[in-house]
C-alpha cells in the first residue's frame, strides 16, 4: 500500500497568512494526488486533483503542485471559512489511500 | 445537482452486519459518474477508502476489508449499500458514500455520513 504522510499536524494562522502544508508519498503516485477540506460534521470537499488541477467552485487561492512523492497545497490568503482538516489521497493505485490530515485553526 | 444520503441504523452489536445504504437523488445511478465509493474515518482518525464500484457490478475493495464487504446496487431504488459483517469496535466510525470521477480520478462528491457505532 502507499503510505501518505502529511505535515504539519496542525497550524494556527490569521486571516490573511498564506499557509502552505506538504504531502509526501512513499512510493511515486505520478500526478494522482487530491486534496480534500474536511470540516466537522459536513460532507468532505474535493479541492485539487491531479496535483494541482483546481476543482470546480473551488476559490483561486487554492493551489496544488508537486509530483512523485513530494506535494504541496498552498492558500494564498487564509479566510474565515478555510478552517477544518486537509488530507491529501492518492489514485495511482488499489488500495486507495489518505493521508492523516492537517488540521487548520483560525487565530 | 447530485446529491448522496447515507441511512442506516446507528448502532450494531459485535459480531454482526453493519448495513449502510446510499440514496442518490438529483441524477441517476445508472448515469454519470458511474463509479460510487465508500470511505469511512474512526472517532479521531483519517479517512479510510472502502470500495469504488461501477453501477454494473465492477468492484474494486480495500484489501483489508474485502473478506467482510459485500457492496450491492439497486438501480430501481437510485441506491447502493454497503453490508460489513463480523464487525468490532475497532469499525465505529463516519461512514460516507461518494462519487467518483473517472476524470479527475477523485471522489469529487460525498454524503454528509452517517455515524455507526458498533456496541453491545
Known amino acids: 500500500d502507499i503510505q501518505l504522510t502529511q505535515s504539519p499536524i496542525s497550524l494556527s494562522a490569521s486571516v490573511g497568512d498564506r499557509v502552505t502544508f506538504t504531502c509526501r508519498a512513499s512510493?511515486?503516485?505520478?500526478?494522482?494526488l487530491n486534496w480534500y477540506q474536511h470540516k466537522p460534521g459536513k460532507a468532505p470537499k474535493l479541492l485539487i486533483y491531479g496535483a494541482s488541477s483546481l476543482q470546480t467552485g473551488v476559490p483561486s487561492r487554492f493551489r496544488g503542485s508537486g509530483s512523485w512523492t513530494d506535494f504541496t497545497l498552498t492558500i494564498s490568503s487564509l479566510q474565515p471559512e478555510d478552517f477544518g482538516t486537509y488530507y491529501c489521497q492518492q489514485s495511482y493505485s488499489t488500495p486507495r489511500t489518505f493521508g492523516p490530515g492537517t488540521k487548520v485553526e483560525i487565530k | 445537482q447530485l446529491q448522496l444520503q447515507e441511512s442506516g441504523p446507528g448502532l450494531v452489536k459485535p459480531s454482526e452486519t453493519l448495513s449502510l445504504t446510499c440514496t442518490v437523488s438529483g441524477g441517476s445511478i445508472t448515469s454519470p459518474p458511474f463509479y460510487w465509493g465508500w470511505i469511512r474515518q474512526p472517532p479521531g482518525k483519517g479517512l479510510e477508502w472502502i470500495a469504488t464500484f461501477y453501477y454494473n457490478g465492477d468492484t474494486f475493495y480495500n484489501p483489508s476489508l474485502k473478506s467482510r464487504l459485500t457492496i450491492s446496487v439497486d438501480t430501481s431504488r437510485n441506491q447502493f449499500s454497503l453490508r460489513l459483517n463480523s464487525v468490532t469496535a475497532a469499525d465505529t466510525a463516519v461512514f460516507f458514500c461518494?462519487?467518483?470521477?473517472?476524470?479527475?480520478?477523485?471522489?469529487?462528491?460525498w454524503g454528509q455520513g452517517a455515524q455507526v457505532t458498533v456496541s453491545s
Open positions: 512510493q511515486s503516485v505520478n500526478t494522482y
Open positions: 461518494a462519487t467518483y470521477s473517472v476524470s479527475s480520478y477523485a471522489f469529487d462528491n
